[in-house]
């Protein structure tokens, strides 16, 4: 009788202070197919995973994403059965500096070994070289590993498709430039010149005003890593920038190639920017080390269709390192994408520095487990990190706007401040996801000390004029908690006896007052004394709208309440509604990640399908639209490499829903053009789920 996996495994002790993990897999059947399959365990639950011997196992394939992104992993001993290494498999365990191939591998799919930067010695035992995916290696410079094939292998492994790469120096390719561009998101209009081209080897010469000197900065950036360029003064064909308010509105630009130069120009400095973008898309080769020859005769003439194109990542489930929020940073703005919402506060930690409230950051952001993984989660940004994320930021005209969650979500900070609930209640972070019933207390003079300083210690790191400040899930049982605080409803009843007060039918009580007073009081606060607009969730429990606010439709099938509610209240609102934009969703049944709750699928098609009118019209669209945003809740993104997987190519589709008109938009077009940019971002080692 088959045996299951056997663990040797020294048991995870709470403090996160362990012993090196060996995994060994003895004998018998590996459970593989299910949400919780041992190739999920491996992954998500043995964090600490250094060593994995799978040589009996009877295995014949490692899953995509088997083992994504362990970094720990220092040693993997296949199974002897092995034939298929599926799809990023291995993708990152840059710890990796040996690997050997079973003589029955035959197939080694798309990125299984990407970004396995520490690969130094690969031996296959196939005599026959395995189909290999031309990406396998993506972000590896293969021609560092040492090849060790079987005696009298070698020739057919040189001659065998891919597998030739790790034989030659890698060289530069020039490449013929492709008929119609790959550009996401698709410009409004574009124009192809026939029979005219400029060759990329006269660029180089820059012409541009003072006032432009980042967007200069940003075009060496691009020409230097697309084509080589490291000399800006001697090209004859000039790159030309400059500024005309009469092209559009904000972000407008012109970009124009003909067989004397480029010339771009945008109403303002992010309308160049987004030019250099455009650009940066066009030069983008087929194959890797490519680099296109010349540039087809091309006049595009572009503008977005919303103000705002947003990603939420949150780095309190899961912490996201500091240099990682960058490269987030420099590849959204790559495909127009315009803020970075951080979500620094909730149940599971509290992640940015308040001076005069220390103990946030020294008591509340660590944690160990996040649901079973049972991994420890530490980190918080400071001050002065975030001063120079806004800076960094800017340069790719990204704003960064801050979130800080009220009157739920704030266990982390009633765990530091217990005096911010009710009843001073002693409560431990929250290291499972899920909806507290603890709240920040309305009735309690501190509360609004604390958020008051809070919020002005953060107006002077943040330098957008927006402020985000949660209020969801507070309605859905938790508001019940105020009903037992004798304080909190001391205040309802004079709140009642207000002569101003209406009621209002349907409601389940009246808790939900205390809400809109906290609100108005915090609200009324960041406008008088901050100058700061608040944004916030939309619930039906916000039965009304404060004026200057800009309010989020996320829920599921309650898109067009929200919408009514701004219209009602002559609101802005930002369209992220989970049926298309909820991103840590899986892109597809079975992908990661795999939980256990019911996760819905969020497929790219869903994605690209969302129209940012919904249906309601023009007057919609220029009075109460503000944009749109795809939110990565991180309960189950666990590695940077897993937001990027999470994130792309969904955001794409995203961006170009936010940007582009609706009469552009064809979805089987946005694939074609997505291959192309797929490739580059493989290239360049960045993760994404498969189309």
Same mark, same amino acid.
């Given at each position: 009788m088959k045996k299951c996996l056997t663990l040797l495994i020294a048991m995870l002790a709470l403090a996160g202070t362990l012993a090196q993990a060996q995994i060994v897999k003895k004998e018998g059947a590996f459970r593989c197919g299910g949400w919780n399959d041992d190739f999920r365990q491996l992954r998500d639950l043995h964090w600490n995973m250094e060593e994995l011997d799978m040589s009996l196992a009877d295995c014949d394939s490692i899953r995509q994403n088997a083992l994504h992104s362990r970094h720990r992993l220092k040693k993997i001993v296949f199974p002897d059965k092995l034939r298929?290494?599926?799809?990023?498999?291995?993708?990152?365990?840059?710890?990796?500096?040996?690997?050997?191939? $079973?003589?029955?591998?035959?197939?080694?799919?798309?990125?299984?070994?990407?970004?396995?930067?520490?690969?130094?010695?690969?031996?296959?035992?196939?005599?026959?070289?395995?189909?290999?995916?031309?990406?396998?290696?993506?972000?590896?410079?293969?021609? =560092?590993?040492?090849?060790?094939?079987? =005696?009298?292998?070698? =020739?057919? &492994?040189?001659?065998?498709?891919?597998?030739?790469?790790?034989? =030659?120096?890698?060289?530069?390719?020039?490449?013929?430039? $492709?008929?119609?561009?790959?550009?996401?998101?698709?410009?409004?209009?574009?124009? &192809?010149?026939?029979?005219?081209?400029?060759?990329?080897?006269?660029?180089?010469?820059?012409?541009?005003?003072?006032?432009l000197v980042n967007e200069q900065e940003r075009l060496k950036e691009v020409l230097g890593h697309r084509l080589g360029i490291k000399n800006f003064n001697k090209g004859k064909c000039p790159i030309t920038l400059g500024i005309d308010n009469k092209i559009g509105g904000k972000e407008a630009y012109r970009l124009v190639i003909d067989e004397d130069g480029i010339s771009i120009t945008g109403a303002d400095a992010t309308g160049v920017f987004y030019g250099i973008m455009t650009l940066d898309q066009m030069l983008v080769p087929e194959q890797e080390g490519g680099r296109l020859a010349y540039l087809n005769a091309v006049t595009v003439e572009d503008s977005p269709r919303t103000g705002m194109r947003e990603l939420m990542v949150d780095p309190c489930r899961i912490f996201i390192p500091f240099e990682d929020l960058k490269g987030m940073v420099v590849e959204m703005a790559r495909y127009k994408m315009n803020a970075l919402h951080l979500h620094l506060t909730d149940d599971q930690a509290w992640r940015i520095e308040i001076k005069k409230n220390p103990r946030l950051t020294e008591l509340g952001s660590f944690r160990v487990g996040m649901d079973d993984m049972q991994m420890p989660i530490g980190g918080f940004y400071t001050q002065e990190q975030m001063k120079e994320l806004v800076v960094f930021a800017s340069q790719y005209h990204v704003e960064i706007i801050p979130e800080i969650e009220m009157p739920g979500h704030q266990v982390a900070a009633i765990h530091c401040y217990p005096e911010l609930?009710?009843?001073?209640?002693?409560?431990?972070?929250?290291?499972?996801?899920?909806?507290?019933?603890?709240?920040?207390?309305?009735?309690?003079?501190?509360? &609004?000390?604390?958020?008051?300083?809070?919020?002005?210690?953060?107006?002077?790191?943040?330098?957008?004029? &927006?402020?985000?400040?949660?209020?969801?899930?507070?309605?859905?049982?938790?508001?019940?908690?105020?009903?037992?605080?004798?304080?909190?409803?001391?205040?309802?009843k004079d709140i009642m006896s207000s002569p101003d007060t209406k009621p209002k039918p349907g409601s389940r009580n009246d808790n939900w007052r205390l809400q809109k007073y906290m609100f108005d009081r915090v609200i009324d606060f960041l406008h008088r004394k901050l100058d700061k607009t608040p944004m916030f969730w939309y619930e039906t429990d916000f039965h009304e709208i404060q004026p200057g606010c800009i309010v989020f439709a996320w829920r599921h099938g309650l898109t067009a309440t929200a919408i009514d509610a701004a219209i009602r209240c002559n609101a802005k609102i930002m369209l992220c509604p989970g049926e298309h934009c909820y991103l840590d969703y899986p892109a597809a049944k079975g992908d990661m990640p795999e939980v256990n709750w019911g996760m819905p699928v969020t497929s790219l098609a869903q994605t690209y399908r969302l129209d940012p009118a919904w249906g309601y019209g023009k007057d919609f669209e220029a009075n109460n639209l503000f944009g749109v945003a795809g939110t990565l809740w991180s309960e189950c993104i666990n590695s940077t490499e897993r937001l990027y997987y999470m994130a792309f190519p969904r955001a794409l589709a995203l961006s170009e829903a936010g940007w582009s008109r609706q009469e552009n938009r064809d979805y089987q077009d946005f694939l074609k053009r997505l291959a192309r940019i797929s490739r580059d971002m493989h290239h360049r080692g960045i993760c994404t789920a498969n189309p």
């Open positions: 298929i290494i599926g799809s990023q498999a291995l993708f990152a365990c840059d710890s990796i500096e040996s690997l050997i191939l $079973p003589a029955g591998t035959e197939r080694i799919e798309s990125r299984a070994f990407g970004n396995c930067t520490g690969l130094k010695t690969l031996t296959v035992l196939a005599p026959t070289p395995p189909l290999l995916a031309e990406d396998a290696f993506s972000g590896v410079d293969v021609s =560092k590993i040492r090849l060790v094939v079987p =005696k009298g292998s070698k =020739k057919a &492994y040189k001659s065998a498709p891919n597998w030739d790469r790790f034989f =030659k120096k890698p060289r530069t390719v020039a490449e013929q430039c $492709p008929d119609e561009y790959a550009i996401i998101p698709v410009p409004n209009r574009i124009v &192809y010149h026939s029979g005219k081209t400029l060759s990329t080897k006269s660029l180089g010469k820059i012409i541009a005003p003072a006032s609930t009710c009843g001073a209640v002693q409560l431990p972070i929250r290291t499972t996801c899920g909806v507290s019933d603890n709240l920040l207390c309305p009735s309690n003079e501190f509360t &609004y000390e604390f958020l008051e300083n809070v919020f002005t210690e953060l107006s002077s790191v943040f330098t957008s004029k &927006y402020v985000h400040l949660g209020g969801d899930e507070a309605g859905n049982p938790p508001l019940e908690c105020w009903s037992g605080c004798e304080s909190c409803q001391a205040l309802l």
